[in-house]
């Protein structure tokens, strides 16, 4: 279990990183690397040229683990910065994630080709179609809109609220995976097995970590300005 704290830019990295080890994959997506020593939050976001506040929004929300996302509407998020971290979120799941638990989820089903494991392994091919899909509609509809909505005043017909009601939970369906593992899948007790089951309750959590930021900050911030803006 790692330390709930609200941090602060005077806080320092190391501890944030050392106390809630599931930030590292918040500091990558942010672009930062390790190697920075006794430096504060702020200054490492400083010398990273990541806006500070931006990165203490989404930190101290994926550490309030709490069930119910809260409302945050905060002025001084910056959008591209914001956009820049979901997108790199984007390509660790695509590029990396997904595609290892495969190779995974392959190596630990082994070469009998029978129903169960056909099954399982059209089950995840379809989820990742799935997930290819959202991130699609998300980077080229979604943030395309945004950027153009921050230059110009156009909405081309589009707003922010009609993605929030189409914006699905793609983490459900591999959480339904796991569970068909685990109720049906013979033989299951192999270590290889069970370190894949690992990694997908952690990917579902990451994904699940993901839509919170979408939906508590993204979101918020995006209908915030188009009320500057005054967009319908």
């Known amino acids: 279990m790692y330390k709930i704290v609200k941090y602060e830019s005077q806080d320092r990295m190391g501890d944030l990183i ?16 390790l190697g920075f020593g006794e430096q504060s939050i702020g200054e490492v976001c400083k010398s990273n040229n ?15 683990d709490s069930e119910k996302i809260p409302k945050i509407i905060d002025a001084e998020i910056s959008i591209p910065a914001l956009i820049k971290y979901l997108c790199n979120s984007h390509k660790y799941f695509v590029e990396f994630r997904l595609p290892l638990i495969r190779q995974e989820l392959v190596n630990a ?4 080709k029978n129903d169960v494991n056909l099954v399982i392994i059209k089950y995840y091919d379809e989820y990742v179609y799935e997930v290819n899909r959202h991130i699609t509609y998300e980077e080229r509809k979604v943030f395309k809109y945004v950027e153009s909505l921050i230059d110009t005043n156009v909405s081309n017909k589009y707003n ?34 069970n370190s894949v089951l ?27 300005l188009e009320r500057l803006k005054k967009i319908d």
């Open 198 to 224: 690992f990694d997908i309750f952690s990917c579902a959590k990451d994904l699940e970590s993901h839509n919170r930021v979408e939906n508590a900050l993204f979101i918020p911030a995006i209908k915030e």
């Open 160 to 193: 922010i609220e009609i993605f929030s009601k189409r914006h699905d939970d793609v983490e459900c369906k591999l959480s339904e995976l796991k569970d068909i593992i685990i109720k049906y899948y013979p033989n299951s007790s192999s270590n290889e097995l």
């Open 50 to 64: 990541v806006d500070v506040k931006t990165f203490l929004a989404v930190v101290n929300l994926l550490i309030d």
């Open 18 to 33: 050392c106390d809630n080890y599931p930030m590292l994959l918040v500091l990558s997506r942010f672009g930062m690397s």
């Open 109 to 112: 089903l082994g070469d009998n």
